[in-house]
């Protein structure tokens, strides 16, 4: 998920990136593509939880802040699939670490569609979970290590495909009805399991990697200062990036649209992500991660201002979609320029995501327990300013490193 920032430059001491020792392919031509449909997959999945939220308080009957747990579930899972893919990258084959995971994620959602109380429905949201976590950052890690020079490109690939799965789900939800989300989150397990078969063409064994000693490093205080405000960066972001997703549908709904208008107006949301990320390829040729990341969270925060406003929230969400779009991919390259000593500074930041996902969902439904739900894009626009904040500090932070 990186682009190429390429206006600030290294260091003339700065050490040259990792290099694959070893010739072997990581993935054939087939288990490229489905490692493409792995993503529309598990981008779908995260996207199906908000527009079922009125089905799941009706069948339930859930408060807001209880409904909002699901999404927050399957993010706890995720965090759990990130840091056990990541403590058994390179011990246990790639191929039984996927196979589980993709068999996580189908026993989960199907589960979900078919628990007969909340509280199982919960256990299966975390199982699916599980299988995300492990899927996304698993798939990442062999994307970046498996292609040479063309890795980043490879990943600008793979994860525009969880954009396309991201606007699919609450596209389906919206032309079948809410009250039968059973139906799409079974369909969706079923699709898991051909995956497996594709599996033989991923390289059990990662390529290892020779790394050139650095030769200027931050110190240590620096270092966990700088990994410290990523991690809150990356929470506080994806917090806002589920907050929309998941509770978009209900907030145009309240202020006066129909639920087909706001489930279509989510599906526009997780679009303008996709078509966020396409485009700021090109614009990282010429402007650096910093100036790229501050633009996107100075016109986040704006938008989700404007999307307090009836008449314009469809249309500011879908500007929210569009800036919140580059943040991720183009912040992991600036960490691994900041960071380089820190290892597992990756599956840090990538498992930080997920836990702001899992706050997003309780607290924003509390936020409408105590208020009223036309509240929730200013909290946001609240929580996107602490991301611009803690933007600027980096870029001073990380100007000399």
Request: hydrophobic share 50%; charged share 10%.
């Amino acid at each position: 998920m990186t682009d190429h920032p390429t206006a600030q430059r290294a260091p003339a001491t700065a050490s040259p990136p990792p290099t694959t020792v070893g010739a072997d392919p990581v993935f054939t031509t087939l288990a490229v593509a489905a490692s493409c449909v792995g993503f529309v997959l598990i981008g779908a999945l995260q996207a199906l939880y908000g527009p079922a939220i009125p089905a799941l308080r009706e069948e339930f009957g859930l408060s807001p802040s209880t409904a909002g747990l699901g999404l927050s579930a399957h993010f706890v899972g995720g965090v759990a699939g990130v840091l056990l893919f990541d403590r058994r990258y390179g011990r246990t084959g790639n191929r039984r670490i996927l196979a589980t995971s993709y068999l996580l994620m189908a026993t989960g959602a199907a589960g979900f569609a078919l628990a007969p109380n909340w509280p199982l429905a919960l256990t299966a949201a975390f199982l699916a979970g599980l299988g995300f976590g492990g899927i996304d950052y698993g798939l990442n890690q062999l994307f970046a290590v498996g292609f040479g020079h063309r890795s980043t490109a490879m990943l600008n690939i793979l994860n525009a495909h969880f954009g396309i799965g991201a606007i699919l789900g609450p596209a389906l939800i919206a032309s079948v009805g809410a009250e039968h989300y059973p139906a799409i989150f079974i369909a969706f397990a079923l699709v898991n399991l051909p995956l497996l078969l594709c599996l033989r063409g991923v390289r059990d064994h990662p390529p290892h990697l020779t790394t050139p000693t650095e030769k200027a490093t931050p110190a240590d205080g620096a270092l966990r200062s700088v990994l410290t405000v990523f991690v809150t960066l990356y929470a506080l972001h994806v917090a806002i990036e589920a907050g929309v997703g998941g509770w978009e549908p209900t907030h145009l709904e309240t202020v006066g649209y129909g639920a087909g208008t706001a489930a279509t107006a989510t599906s526009v949301y997780w679009l303008m992500m996709t078509v966020g990320r396409f485009l700021v390829a090109p614009i990282a040729l010429r402007f650096s991660a910093q100036a790229i990341i501050t633009v996107s969270c100075a016109g986040m925060t704006v938008c989700l201002l404007l999307a307090a406003v009836p008449g314009l929230a469809p249309y500011a969400y879908a500007g929210v979609g569009l800036f919140i779009a580059p943040i991720f991919p183009t912040g992991l390259p600036w960490l691994t320029r900041a960071a380089p000593r820190a290892r597992r500074a990756g599956a840090l930041v990538i498992a930080a995501s997920m836990l702001g996902g899992v706050a997003a969902g309780p607290a924003l439904g509390k936020v409408i327990e105590w208020s009223d739900v036309r509240a929730v894009p200013l909290l946001l626009a609240a929580v996107s300013a602490t991301c611009l904040a803690a933007t600027v500090w980096l870029t001073r932070a990380t100007r000399t490193t």
